[in-house]
């Protein structure tokens, strides 16, 4: 299986070709990720994944029919991106896009991803036990209604860490 990070850092995904523009990541090629097309040919991976980078690049939907270019029929994509209810998402000032979960359903109009899972995640993967157990608690409900969680539940227990989506590329 050949598996692209785009935007890899410092924790590039196990057996995958990293992309970065750091020079001082893990990746394998140094890019700005900004600019189009990258040098993969078209149909070459069978999934990319994308950890906190969308809301760093300044045209993330041209970015987004990029990765569907190189992936194969069928190829999986998977995001992770903090919720614009977390401190995370509007307080690093390089990050240029806020999103929500409508906003990965929307994207299915314009693309030929289709959702395979869509889930909020209430905190992020480095917390104790006690923490994680209460993390679990509000994602689990808060996934029962994403709608519902985004217009009002987030506002009354607090932001929500990020958002995890995996897609399938249709053929």
């Known amino acids: 299986m050949k598996i692209l990070d785009i935007g890899c850092g410092k924790r590039k995904y196990p057996s995958s070709i990293g992309i ?3 020079p001082n990541s893990d990746a394998d090629i140094i890019r700005d990720l900004n600019k189009l097309p990258y040098p993969f040919k078209k149909n070459e991976f069978d999934a990319v994944y994308m950890s906190h980078v969308l809301e760093h690049l300044r045209k993330p939907f041209k970015v987004l029919k990029e990765v569907e270019r190189i992936l194969k029929p069928r190829g999986k994509l998977i995001i992770r991106v903090p919720h614009f209810s977390c401190v995370n998402a509007y307080g ?15 994207l299915e109009r314009d693309t030929n991803f289709r959702i395979e899972k869509l889930k909020l995640n209430y905190s992020s993967y480095r917390e104790t036990l006690p923490k994680k157990v209460i993390s679990s608690f509000f994602s ?14 987030c506002y009354w227990i607090g932001g929500f860490s990020e958002i995890y989506v995996e897609y399938r590329l249709k053929n």
């Open 20 to 22: 970065d523009k750091n």
């Open 92 to 106: 690093n000032p390089d990050h240029k896009h806020y999103y929500a979960c409508q906003s990965f359903i929307d």
């Open 140 to 153: 689990f409900f808060a996934n029962l209604n994403t709608k519902f969680c985004e217009r009002f539940w």
